[in-house]
C-alpha cells in the first residue's frame, strides 16, 4: 500500500485484465478499419466552449459533469467528456471535408465526466468512437450500426439489443417540438423540469422517474411528426439493417436533446448490466458543424464503452482467447550461463518470439515457477554443464517433455516449435 489512492470514480488497469480491455479496444476498432475508416486523435482537453456548443449548454455533461480549468495564461479549458465535437473540431480545422466526402474517422481514448460513480458508470472511462463527416445518406448510418453490431458480435456477446428511433429534420422536428412543449407545459413537473421544458424539450421524455413518465403516457410522439423525407429516409436504414440480418427494436422514446441532432438515433443496450445498460449509442448530427463555425456537413456517428463492454462479457461469461504474452521463458543457472541465454533471449524476440527471462539470480526451483505462472509453452534451461556441452535443455511446459538442443541451433528451433 502507499499513501495514495486512485480518485473517486476512477479504477487502474493492470495485468491479468487490462489485456482483456486492450483486447476488447480493438476489437471495437477493427470492423471500422475494414470499412475505410482513418485514425483521429485529439488532445484530451480542448477549449470549454468547443462542448458547451458542440455538446449542448442544457446537457447534463456540459452544466454538471465537465471537468474544467483556467490555466495560469486565464485560458478556459475542459477535460474532454465526449469525441464528436473534438473530432469534428479537428476535421474542420485540417479542411478534411475539401477533400472527397464523407470524411471517415475512428478514435480511441480516456474520456471524463464528474458523474456519481456506480457499476458502470466512471469519472473516467475510454471510448472507441467513429464519425462519418459529410455525406446524407441513409447507408452511411446503417454501415456503422451495423460495424458496432459486428463488433459486439465478434467478441462472442449476444444480450445486447439495438434501439432505433428517428429525429426527424430541421424541417419537421420544429413543429414536433412546439406541440411537445404545449403538451409539457400542462404536467405537473418540478422546476427543474420545467425550465427543461423550454430548452430541451425532448430530454423531458427521457426522464427515468415513474412519476414523470405516467404523465407521459399521452405525450406526441416524434414518428406522427415525421416529414416524408425522414419517414422515406428512416425506413431505408431500417431496410439496410434488416437485410444485414441486424435486429433492432424501435424506441419511439429514444432522443438526443439538441437541436443539431437530426434522423437517425440509435443506442446499443446490454441486458446483463442493470441500470448502466447502455453500451453504446449515436446517431445523426447534421446541425452540428453549423453550430461550431463549419460548412453545412451532415454527419453521423457512434460511441462505444469500453468498460462497459468488458462488464459485458463479464456478465455473459466470456473470456477472451487471448495471444499468450510469453512463448518462452529462459531459466539460466550460474553467470556464464545468464548471459549466453540473455543472448538467445534478445535473439528470439527479434525474431519475433515472445520471450522472458529469469531476472533476480532466482534458483532452479523459483524460476521454474516463475516459468509456469508466466504461461510459457516453452523453458529454455542452461546450467554449467550443458554449458560446457554446448547445448540447452529446452522443456515443453505442458507435456514436460526435455530434450537438448546444440547451442547455435537452439533460436531457430525454439522458433519452430512455436509457430
Ligand atoms: P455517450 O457519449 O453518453 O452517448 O456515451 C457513449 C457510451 O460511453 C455509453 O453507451 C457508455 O457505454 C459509455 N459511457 C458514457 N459515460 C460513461 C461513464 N461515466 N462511465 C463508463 N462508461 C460511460
Known amino acids: 500500500m502507499s499513501t495514495f489512492s486512485a480518485p473517486k470514480g476512477t479504477y487502474d488497469l493492470l495485468p491479468p485484465d487490462s489485456a482483456q480491455f486492450l483486447a476488447v479496444r480493438e476489437a471495437l476498432s477493427a470492423p471500422l478499419q475494414r470499412a475505410g475508416y482513418g485514425y483521429a486523435e485529439t488532445p484530451g482537453f480542448e477549449h470549454t ?3 458547451s456548443r458542440g455538446v449542448g449548454e442544457s446537457t447534463d455533461i456540459v452544466s454538471k459533469e465537465m471537468y474544467t480549468l483556467t490555466t495560469k495564461g486565464g485560458t478556459e479549458l475542459a477535460l474532454r467528456p ?3 465535437a473534438s473530432v ?3 476535421a474542420l480545422e485540417a479542411n478534411l471535408h475539401r477533400g472527397g466526402l464523407p470524411v471517415k474517422l475512428w478514435y480511441s481514448g480516456s474520456y471524463y465526466r464528474y458523474e456519481r460513480p456506480q457499476a458502470g458508470r466512471y469519472r473516467h472511462f475510454s471510448q472507441v468512437g467513429a464519425e462519418a463527416l459529410g455525406a446524407e445518406d441513409p447507408a452511411l448510418d446503417a454501415e456503422l450500426i451495423i460495424l458496432a453490431h459486428d463488433a459486439y458480435r465478434s467478441l462472442g456477446l449476444r444480450n445486447f439489443r439495438i434501439l432505433l428511433n428517428s429525429l426527424g429534420d430541421k424541417e419537421c422536428r420544429p413543429v414536433y417540438r412546439a406541440a411537445l412543449q404545449d403538451y409539457l407545459r400542462r404536467l405537473d413537473l418540478d422546476d427543474e423540469t420545467r425550465r427543461r421544458i423550454e430548452i430541451n424539450p425532448l430530454r423531458v421524455l427521457d426522464d427515468k422517474r415513474e412519476g414523470v413518465q405516467r404523465q407521459l403516457a399521452d405525450a406526441p410522439m416524434m ?3 415525421l416529414c416524408e423525407g425522414c419517414k422515406a429516409y428512416h425506413e431505408q436504414v431500417r431496410e439496410l439493417l434488416r437485410d444485414a440480418e441486424v435486429a ?3 424506441d419511439l422514446r429514444l432522443v438526443r436533446g439538441l437541436d443539431y441532432y437530426t434522423r437517425t ?4 443496450v446490454h441486458d446483463g448490466l442493470g441500470s448502466q445498460s447502455a453500451v453504446g449509442g449515436g446517431g445523426r448530427y447534421d446541425g452540428l ?3 461550431l463555425g463549419g460548412p453545412e456537413l451532415p454527419s453521423v456517428g457512434w460511441a462505444l464503452g469500453v468498460d462497459r463492454t468488458v462488464l459485458a462479457l463479464r456478465a455473459e461469461g466470456i473470456a477472451l482467447d487471448l495471444p499468450r504474452t510469453t512463448e518462452v521463458y529462459a531459466v539460466p543457472l550460474g553467470d556464464q550461463a ?5 543472448r538467445a533471449v534478445t535473439a528470439l524476440r527479434r525474431e519475433g518470439v515472445a520471450a522472458d527471462f529469469a531476472y533476480g539470480g532466482k534458483g532452479l526451483k523459483n524460476a521454474m515457477k516463475s516459468a509456469n505462472r508466466s504461461g510459457a509453452r516453452f523453458a529454455m534451461v542452461l546450467g554449467e554443464r550443458d554449458l560446457a556441452e554446448g547445448i540447452i535443455q529446452v522443456k515443453n511446459l505442458e507435456s514436460g517433455e526435455q530434450l537438448p538442443v546444440p547451442l547455435d541451433r537452439v533460436v531457430a528451433e525454439v522458433r519452430a516449435k512455436v509457430g
Open 265 to 268: 438515433t440509435f443506442e446499443f
Open 289 to 291: 458543424s453549423q453550430m
Open 223 to 225: 414518428r406522427d411528426h
Open 88 to 90: 469534428l473540431r479537428a
Open 82 to 84: 465526449e469525441g464528436t
Open 338 to 342: 545468464r548471459q549466453v541465454l540473455f
Open 248 to 250: 433492432f427494436e424501435d
Open 49 to 51: 466552449k468547443l462542448f
